[in-house]
């Protein structure tokens, strides 16, 4: 685990998470009932969430991956994407909800649907776990959002601070000092 001594706070503890995670899952259930549903999320830092929220979705669905990262420096990301794992199964006519951990500047996920819905899915919507809203530069159009939260790096239950504190079963805020901008910005 963290030293806690690095954490600022917990801002999401387990229970919160869980509660809304059920919310979103049951919100899901009701909207695509009958219907053709793939999941779509993106790698690394949603597969908690995507582990959590599959378990409240009581319709039928398949779950499918990719992978990317951004080009730019460690503190932005370009909004140029490259794909590191692409799609297993192809998503033309299916309904597809992307799956994601945070939406910041929004640059991934606008990149990400431009690609997606050129396959020419029946329906494609986001759901995203954390939603930063002071530091979006491009709107994205999200159907499902679990918290908004302040602008403030934060990691775990899926999100990491140089691939490590992913493991941990809430949202924490890191102290400021600690990471002191040298955030990374692969997924
Ligand atoms: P965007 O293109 O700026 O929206 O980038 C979103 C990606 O940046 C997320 O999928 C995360 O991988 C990463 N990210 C943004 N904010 C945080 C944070 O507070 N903690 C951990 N990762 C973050
Ligand atoms: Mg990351």
Redesign the pocket.
């Known amino acids: 685990m963290i030293d806690p001594a690095y954490l600022a706070e917990i801002l999401i503890p387990t229970d919160r998470l869980q509660a809304r995670v059920a919310e979103m899952g049951a919100s899901i259930s009701a909207d695509y009932a009958g219907k053709d549903l793939v999941l779509v999320a993106?790698l690394k830092?949603s597969v908690l969430f995507l582990a959590d929220l599959m378990r409240n979705i009581m319709t039928p669905h398949a779950i499918d991956f990719m992978a990317t990262s951004?080009y730019g420096n460690a503190l932005e990301?370009s909004?140029v994407v490259r794909i590191l794992k692409d799609l297993d199964s192809s998503i033309e006519g299916r309904n597809v909800l992307i799956v994601?951990?945070?939406?910041?500047?929004?640059?991934?996920?606008d990149y990400l649907v431009r690609i997606l819905y050129a396959r020419q899915p029946a329906s494609l919507e986001i759901c995203t776990l954390l939603n930063?809203p002071a530091?979006r530069e491009i709107p994205v159009p999200v159907k499902y959002i679990g918290f908004d939260i302040p602008d403030?790096?934060?990691?775990g239950y899926g999100?990491?601070?140089g691939e490590r504190y992913r493991n941990l079963p809430y949202i924490a805020v890191l102290k400021p000092e600690v990471y002191g901008g040298a955030?990374d910005?692969?997924?």
């Open positions: 993106v830092g951004s990301s909004g994601e951990d945070i939406i910041d500047t929004g640059r991934t996920l930063k530091r403030k790096f934060v990691l999100l990491d601070f955030a910005n692969n997924e």
